[in-house]
T-cell receptor, first 113, second 111 residues
């Protein structure tokens, strides 16, 4: 089955620790995205990547980092510099910039204690 | 950037019709999307409009007026499983292909 996987579903970390969220897709999509969702708010773009070995900052990149070494994988690291890291993180992918649909993974709920 | 507004919450009865409005402001419009999101789950794609008019897909329809910066999502014959958040998202030419999402409209379907 083709799709996007994110793991784990729930993640707990202590304040001050970096944590990496995984995102893998087997849809052969070129573009991948990371969003953050807070209660009562829409999705906000953190980082996106159009192609392997290239990525761009989104609207709220501060305190986050990404890599795109393989087409299938786009991991997101939440660093200790992120002031309010507790949120629901969603990864998405699409064929390219003008493709009509972004496909979303199931999300990871990160709680920083 | 874009400014996207949609109501926070709407309540309707099973079997009824609900219309969710979305207004936006953007300098280079290149498409409007509607997604459905159940609590704690990923958004799923419902519809896409880039030209003016109505797109119908089963019980769901989406309308776009580019001159008014306005769209609506129409849900007919409401079912309990339609209780979810509905997200309006806009793409413009200047931002490569990124989507800007509204805050979402929580639809509550009552028996």
């Amino acid at each position: 089955d083709g799709g996007i996987t994110q793991s784990p579903k729930y993640l707990f970390r202590k304040e001050g620790q970096n944590v990496t969220l995984s995102c893998e897709q087997n849809l052969n999509h070129d573009a991948m995205y990371w969003y953050r969702q807070d209660p009562g708010q829409g999705l906000r773009l953190i980082y996106y990547s159009q192609i392997v070995n290239d990525f761009q900052k989104g609207d709220i990149a501060e305190g986050y980092s990404v890599s795109r070494e393989k087409k299938e994988s786009f991991p997101l690291t939440v660093t200790s510099a992120q002031k309010n890291p507790t949120a629901f993180y969603l990864c998405a992918s699409s064929m390219g910039r003008n493709n009509n649909e972004q496909f979303f993974g199931p999300g990871t709920r990160l709680t920083v204690l | 950037g874009q400014n996207i507004d949609q109501p926070t919450e709407m309540t309707a009865t099973e079997g009824a019709i609900v219309q969710i409005n979305c207004t936006y402001q953007t300098s280079g419009f290149n498409g409007l999307f509607w997604y459905q999101q159940h609590a704690g789950e990923a958004p799923t794609f419902l519809s896409y409009n880039v030209l003016d008019g109505l797109e119908e897909k089963g019980r769901f329809s989406s309308f776009l007026s580019r001159s008014k910066g306005y769209s609506y999502l129409l849900l007919k014959e409401l079912q309990m499983k339609d209780s979810a958040s509905y997200l309006c998202a806009v793409r413009d030419f200047e931002s490569w292909g990124k989507l800007q999402f509204g805050a979402g409209t929580q639809v509550v379907v009552t028996p």
